[in-house]
């Protein structure tokens, strides 16, 4: 079965500073990849997803986020962060086999200082 | 913009309780999905469903836990007897074709089992 790790729980930034949020899955071949975004007392919103092609996906907002095979990865980046990224990110991810089955890292909460 | 809709907003239920949420997913998805999200911002899976057909559900979905997609309705979801542990976001989303699409978050029933 699949599963993500996102080993940072909280990352504290300065407005205009650049940003990396990790993540790490688990899964035997190639899975479906995604990032989440969770504002405070909103749902769940879609920044970017990979399902193949270019490792390298941009997605709203000035997000991309780079699939690397060999370490089993998919880091969430942006150039410059804006304070009202401060939110909650999650990545995703579902098998191709089974892709009702979205699985859920437990979220970075981003805090973006002024 | 996600148009799944979610009621009621806020749920507190006495232990022991039924507790009810509705979902309604945006027009033209027939893939159904509930997660738990607990403090610790864990997802739990609990159930999906596709044209009213349950697709997959856990066990814990099985024992206390109900829900239907009837057409022309909205789904639901409900606690037989509500458990402090029960305490947590119900998230409810939808797809068009299941989760290598992008999957639309509803803002969530935030349940609180006193």
């Known amino acids: 079965a699949q599963s993500v790790t996102q080993p940072d729980a909280r990352v504290t930034v300065s407005e205009g500073a650049s940003l990396q949020l990790r993540c790490k899955y688990s899964?035997?071949?190639?899975?479906?990849l995604f990032w989440y975004v969770q504002y405070p007392r909103q749902g769940l919103q879609l920044l970017l997803k990979y399902y193949s092609g270019d490792p390298v996906v941009q997605g709203v907002n000035g997000f991309e986020a780079e699939f690397i095979k060999s370490n089993s990865s998919f880091h969430l980046r942006k150039a410059s962060v804006h304070w009202s990224d401060s939110a909650v990110y999650f990545c995703?991810?579902?098998?191709?086999?089974?892709?009702?089955?979205?699985?859920f890292g437990t979220g970075t909460r981003l805090q973006v200082l002024p | 913009n996600s148009k799944v809709i979610q009621t009621p907003r806020y749920l507190v239920k006495g232990q022991g309780q039924k507790a009810k949420m509705r979902c309604i997913p945006e027009?033209?998805?027939?893939?159904v999905f509930w997660y738990q999200q607990n403090k610790n911002n864990e997802f739990k899976f609990l159930i999906n469903?596709?044209?009213?057909?349950?697709?997959?559900q856990i066990d814990m979905t099985e024992k206390r836990f109900s829900a239907e997609c009837p057409s022309n309705s909205p789904c639901s979801l409900e606690i037989q007897s509500s458990e402090a542990g029960d305490s947590a976001l119900y998230l409810c989303?939808?797809?068009?074709?299941?989760?290598?699409?992008?999957?639309?978050f509803g803002k969530g029933t935030r349940l609180t089992v006193v």
């Open positions: 995703a991810v579902s098998a191709p086999s089974n892709t009702n089955k979205v699985v």
């Open positions: 027009k033209g998805h027939p893939v």
């Open positions: 899964y035997s071949g190639t899975p479906y």
């Open positions: 989303a939808s797809s068009l074709w299941g989760g290598n699409t992008e999957v639309f």
């Open positions: 469903f596709q044209n009213q057909e349950v697709l997959q």
